[in-house]
């Protein structure tokens, strides 16, 4: 079998809070298929079955995985040729159904002995039946076997009558690249419906690598692709020739190019950044794993990107690639004064030194708009020194803009961790921790903070203060988007639309620094109990207010732990629940300690 690329959920979220919000909508989700009303489903039980035969409204999404709890796909297709035929034919009549997930991908400790070319014959009766359908305007197919015949039995998809606007799959080589490409193919005055297309190939004989160039080259003229994805293949002169020609095409429409583990050589990138350079619409870049540039040839593709505006990217993945000290000091001139670059991920690049990790903290003195980046070196080069050149750069620029550092422990000692203690949650006082820095939020990559050495307990609180609060906020998100898909598109009533205009504006509201400030004191010194809650009831009765006021917001979130140490607060605030209120007018902007 052809080696094939697989990415945990971490890896493709750009943020740790989109992997909350993913985490919560999957928790939410779980009661979708008993639910007869429900827009997704995850079996082909006979209920649903029944549903998609009836062009069920409310069934719209359709998602088959393999894995260890849902075997009923896996079951299906290696037993079942005519309940594969009838599954296909009841798809290809449906109305209504929108999105199809079919993922044979077994987990990785179970695959060795799974063999994907032995349901072939049943996943293709089942993919016949599929291409009838006209209205699906996604498609996933996930892992494709060696053996199957999904391309060209898919074709009808792609016609005049097709709906398909995304379409992705894995395991793909160079004969499905060129029906594909066959399909795909539009005269000028008949543009094509595609708008996103991930492939990922497989190395060795067999591979999309030659024939990718003109995949790129009908895409470019026959369909106005926002997003493409062409990863584990061979970027060669003539595909990287044809991706710069598609970014510098005036009507380009591309908004996002992931070409991750690729075998870009110092040529191809260079070809590649002359496009980036007279593009106007990309607004995310990922070129991770191009481990054959090597640190001159990124100084190459950073000094011809240096006289461009870059005006809509803002978010760039260099992840495991042979970046070093030089061409980050490149990347860094780049970018220092882009008000548009918002996310940065230069992990796994063990070729940047210490002295390179300090430098590229002062990005943080100038008028760099980037709020999100990840560094997470293996090698533990991002070590104390690095640490603390950041912090006093974070500290004398008074940044406000940076939100989430996700960072590798290893190399951190007390002495770092300590400074970043400082910086966030400066336990000196109340007034110390007021004048804190409260946009940055600090992770540990995929290790919790607290399992590495000499972290201060300040440290660890803190950690699960912004992650308990960072779930509150995205549970009440994900209901509001749940609520507007549900409602949304149900009325077009001014009532409905109004109260949904409400939900949102709430929800988009920014918290001032005060806000900020107030929640973490209550937090420390009200909940974590690690200083002596007497230099709270001393403070001014209106910063009183405010602290009660801000554990009365936790408490309408659920981050307040119901135990007996509460009672006393809990009371307070069911008496006097004016206090709740922390935005009047004559208390709103008043520091902690002041007169």
């Known amino acids: 079998m052809h080696k094939n690329t697989q990415y945990s959920i971490l890896a493709n979220m750009k943020t740790i809070e989109d992997l909350a919000e993913h985490n919560i909508e999957m928790e939410l989700s779980k009661g979708d298929k008993y639910n007869s009303e429900s827009q997704c489903a995850y079996e082909l039980s006979d209920e649903v079955l029944e549903r998609i035969e009836n062009s069920d409204h409310n069934l719209k999404s359709l998602k088959l995985r393999a894995s260890n709890t849902q075997q009923e796909l896996l079951s299906l297709l290696r037993t079942d040729k005519e309940m594969c035929e009838k599954a296909g034919n009841l798809i290809g009549n449906n109305t209504h159904l929108d999105e199809l997930y079919v993922n044979i991908h077994m987990r990785s400790d179970d695959e060795e002995n799974y063999d994907y070319d032995d349901i072939a014959e049943n996943y293709d009766e089942f993919l016949k039946g599929v291409a009838n359908n006209r209205s699906l305007t996604v498609l996933d197919l996930g892992y494709i076997p060696d053996r199957s015949e999904a391309i060209p039995l898919l074709a009808p998809l792609f016609g005049k009558k097709g709906a398909l606007k995304s379409f992705s799959f894995e395991n793909c080589n160079f004969v499905q ?71 510098k095409n005036p009507s380009c429409t591309l908004k996002k190019l992931t070409l991750e583990d690729n075998e870009f050589d110092e040529e191809d990138v260079a070809v590649l950044a002359e496009g980036i350079l007279e593009n106007s619409t990309l607004e995310e870049l990922n070129l991770k794993g191009s481990e054959h540039v090597t640190g001159d040839g990124w100084v190459n593709f950073f000094n011809i990107l240096r006289p461009a505006k870059l005006g809509e990217l803002h978010t760039l993945c260099l992840e495991s690639n042979n970046i070093n000290d030089e061409a980050l000091d490149e990347l860094s001139r780049v970018f220092a004064n882009n008000d548009t670059l918002k996310k940065l991920s230069l992990s796994d690049n063990a070729s940047i030194t210490t002295a390179g990790w300090q430098k590229l903290g002062s990005i943080f003195l100038t008028n760099s708009a980037i709020d999100t980046i990840k560094i997470t070196n293996g090698n533990g080069s991002f070590d104390d020194d690095a640490v603390i050149a950041w912090t006093i750069a974070l500290s004398l620029s008074k940044n406000t803009i940076l939100n989430e550092l996700l960072l590798s422990p290893h190399g951190i000692t007390s002495t770092g961790w300590s400074a970043l203690e400082n910086l966030v949650c400066n336990m000196t006082s109340i007034d110390s921790l007021y004048d804190s820095n409260h946009t940055l939020k600090i992770w540990g990559g995929d290790t919790k903070i607290e399992h590495f050495e000499g ?31 549900s409602l949304g598109k ?106």
């Open 455 to 485: 972290v201060p307990t300040t440290m660890i609180s803190y950690q699960e203060f912004q992650y308990r609060y960072h779930l509150a906020m995205c549970t009440k998100r994900v209901m509001v988007k749940r609520l507007a898909r």
């Open 490 to 595: 149900e009325s077009d009533s001014d009532n409905l639309q109004d109260i949904m205009k409400t939900h949102f504006n709430k929800l988009e509201k920014t918290e001032t620094r005060h806000e900020k400030a107030l929640q973490k004191i209550v937090h420390f010194y009200f909940m974590s109990g690690e200083a002596n809650m007497k230099d709270i009831w001393d403070m001014e009765l209106n910063v009183m207010v405010h602290a009660i006021a801000t554990v009365g917001c936790f408490a309408k979130y659920n981050i307040v732990p119901s135990t007996s140490e509460h009672t006393l607060l809990y009371q307070i605030m069911r008496s006097v629940p004016s206090l709740f209120d922390v935005s009047s007018s004559n208390m709103k902007n008043r520091k902690v300690g002041s007169k």
């Open 177 to 247: 690249t060129v029906l594909l490409t066959t399909f795909l193919s539009r005269t000028i005055d008949d543009r094509g419906t595609l708008k996103h297309l991930s492939l990922v190939g497989t190395w060795g004989e067999g591979s999309m690598n030659d024939h990718a160039g003109n995949l790129i080259k009908t895409l470019n003229k026959s369909h106005n692709i926002e997003t493409l994805t062409l990863n584990w293949t061979t970027i060669n002169a003539d595909t990287s020739l044809a991706l710069s020609n598609m970014l």
